[in-house]
Nanobody, 122 residues
Framework: QVQLVESGGGLVQAGGSLRLSCAASGRTFNTYTLGWFRQAPGKEREFVASIRWSAGLTTYADSVRGRFTISRYNAGNTVYLQMNSLKPEDTAVYYC???????????????WGQGTQVTVSS
């Protein structure tokens, strides 16, 4: 049973930084892609970033490229999302996710965490 547990959300002023963590368990993730999606009130859940566990290859949404960095800590089965230069439009619930296909669609990821709230004030 795959479990994904997010932490690190909170309230930050525009221009500030936060680091989200996702502790993954229940599987060997060498053949998986782990990623982050976000969902703002009244909006669709959207892709943010992903990382192929074995190769470390990363993919970013255009809206966060250059501001966010996804990384992993192999030994701890943990994925991080470093978020810098945060904007009010980054306010959302952020979800950690895992899947084998490595795409940018929700349907590519069968496993999801419960989410962590990120609020950016102007």
């Amino acid at each position: 049973q795959v479990q994904l547990v997010e932490s690190g959300g909170g309230l930050v002023q525009a221009g500030g930084s936060l680091r989200l963590s996702c502790a993954a368990s229940g599987r060997t993730f060498n053949t998986y892609t782990l990623g982050w999606f976000r969902q703002a009130p009244g909006k669709e859940r959207e892709f943010v970033a992903s990382i192929r566990w074995s190769a470390g290859l990363t993919t970013y949404a255009d809206s966060v490229r250059g501001r966010f960095t996804i990384s992993r800590y192999n030994a701890g089965n943990t994925v991080y999302l470093q978020m810098n230069s945060l904007k009010p439009e980054d306010t959302a619930v952020y979800y950690c996710t895992a899947g084998r296909s490595g795409g940018t669609s929700r349907s590519d990821y069968p496993y999801w965490g419960q989410g962590t709230q990120v609020t950016v004030s102007s």
